[in-house]
């Protein structure tokens, strides 16, 4: 076998069945773990994003909070990987990708706690 056949080989086994279903497995444990509580804490949070808060020095107001971490999140592969869900996998695979965002809410919630406290 030369290098190239392998290397499909590993990419195909990392990035396949095995790995979605050790990230959204991950993110259902996470949601059941902490009891639904990204879910429940949802309208909450958009609601403190949303509010007007005092302008005095040196504040980082929610929503500039919200997009400093949603820039260091969603990239430019996101975004192009959902168009190419969309163009390959059709309507189905928006579904299936709102799915796993819902578990990937307790998964970034859990991250985002980890990242204060540590």
Known sequence: ????????QVNDFV?????????????????VRL?????LNLPYA???ILTKKDNTEGDVTPFQSLMIALSA?????NIVGVATAMVLGGPGSLVWMWIS????????YGES???VKY
Not at 73 to 77: E, K, R
């Open 15 to 31: 990035w396949g069945p095995v790995m979605l279903c050790f990230l959204v497995g991950t993110g259902i444990f996470l949601t």
């Open 46 to 48: 958009v609601k403190m």
């Open 35 to 39: 009891k639904f509580k990204p879910w």
């Open 1 to 8: 076998m030369d290098f190239a056949a392998i290397m499909k």
């Open 113 to 115: 706690v980890l990242a």
């Open 101 to 108: 965002a819902a578990f990937g809410l307790s998964t970034k």
């Open 73 to 77: 999140t969603v990239g430019t592969g």
